[in-house]
């Protein structure tokens, strides 16, 4: 089966940059996603902390049962 996609691979121009393409895109978005945190206000990072355990619902969370 190895030898099937290898020899299918192999075939397509270019191949030898879709790992680098994949790892500047997965890299560019973990980058984007860890600006995206450290820019978040310190309270918005408690609500979101305490979203999990509240009791109360502040938001509108309308039960859709079928």
Excluded: Y
Aim: negative net charge.
């Amino acid at each position: 089966m190895l030898k099937f996609i290898k020899g299918h691979l192999t075939s397509i121009d270019h191949v030898d940059l879709f790992p680098v393409m994949a790892f500047i895109i997965f890299f560019s978005l973990f980058i984007g996603v860890l600006f995206w945190v450290r820019a978040m206000r310190r309270d918005q990072v408690e609500h979101m902390s305490a979203l999990p355990l509240a009791d109360d619902c502040t938001t509108d969370t309308t039960n859709h049962a079928h």
